[in-house]
DNA sequence: AAGATTTGTTGAAAATCCTAAACGCACGGA
DNA sequence: TCCGTGCGTTTAGGATTTTCAACAAATCTT
């Protein structure tokens, strides 16, 4: 009957992770309990990993908050998990000089997305041959003018107008206006 | 990551859901029982809802195939197509009249990314509730002045400033300034 | 400073899960 | 046909989890 003293049985930080959510969203077990239908006796065992909740009282609890099993078991509290704020400092990601691509957000591995606050100088180009790469795309003009060919379909934005595409239809981003050209894009899954 | 909606569903009947896992990689009862160190008929019980599984077992018979809990609740495919391109027909989503939200590209299923151009009116406000869903999310403040509270963290965004977080950390826009807030933010995956 | 609340933690009993062993069924070979 | 094998299912009982209720510690109130 003794509590066997958390052999591997007990899955690895089911407990932890419990405590770690509730915590975030402020709610104390006794709470978390009234919500889900549980009594906060059993939340304290199981944050305690004294014991392996059942499926049914992990989603009830789940439900209180609430939290899908798929989320609580996908939540990644340590890669991408930190808030980014960025003043000047995006990194530049450009390899032509009248093009410039800034990144929102740090470079890491993981991410669910892309987005990019870009400048086109007066002539840029991305180039005849056109992009193509994994994903989705898209973007909204700030200022000036950027003409953008998809496939056979050509358009000039202007500011306020957007796009939308695929990325592995071949495209190409030119600024055929007397202005620099502001563009603000996003694609997923991050190319960058 | 999946979308709540379809969660819901799929981990209501995890019986079935491991029964068909464990059919495709074609394994018996009580082969998997074998490997993963549990009792067959623990596995048929479980097959056939009749008991709704530790934690710890079920990630026992994971383990067996082998699968992480994280992938088992996690099952999506989705594809997506069409060239968009838009002036000032974005399509509008916003719920309260201080906030204009407007969606670049067709409000498809299956989408890998939704962008928005959103304006903030001085004084709107997400709410105190926090918003919270999946994904990540990010943005640049075009012009205007914007609060951004992530989690415990808050700061306010001038033009060019730019924000990056996973969209399950509570969070809420605020334009506490005295001038209209124009931002154009992204998401993956969608979520409208 | 004492009392009232709120917090997380326990112990014993009730509820539920898991194991061991047996059961019924289907298929194949001698 | 009879036997052996392999499949999923079932049952009884031991093992584990959950409830209910009480507990100590911390925080507020008065």
């Known amino acids: 009957m ?10 690895d930080d089911i407990g932890i992770r419990l405590r770690l959510v ?19 006796g059993a939340i304290s065992l199981i944050e305690q ?19 899908s099993l798929a989320d609580f078991f996908t939540l990644n509290f340590s890669p991408s998990d930190e808030v980014f704020f960025a003043a000047d400092d995006l990194t530049e990601i450009a390899h032509q000089p009248e093009i ?13 997305l892309g987005m990019l606050h870009e400048v086109y100088q007066p002539g840029a180009d991305t180039g005849e041959t056109m992009l193509r790469h994994e994903g989705e795309e898209c973007g909204i003009v700030v200022s000036g003018c950027l003409t953008v060919t998809v496939g056979t379909q050509e358009r000039t934005l202007r500011p306020g107008e957007a796009y939308y595409f695929r ?26």
């Open 2 to 11: 003794s509590l066997p003293s958390q052999d591997e049985r007990i899955s």
């Open 100 to 112: 410039s691509m800034r990144l929102v957000g740090r470079r890491t591995k993981g991410r669910a």
């Open 22 to 40: 509730r915590q975030i969203f402020g709610l104390t077990q006794r709470e978390l309990a009234r919500r889900a239908g549980v009594t906060n």
């Open 167 to 192: 990325s592995d239809i071949p495209h190409r981003f030119r600024n055929q206006g007397t202005e620099p050209c502001v563009l603000i894009s996003a694609n997923a899954p991050p190319t960058f």
């Open 49 to 67: 990993n004294r014991v392996s909740p059942s499926i049914s009282s992990l989603k009830k609890i789940l439900e209180g908050i609430p939290l």
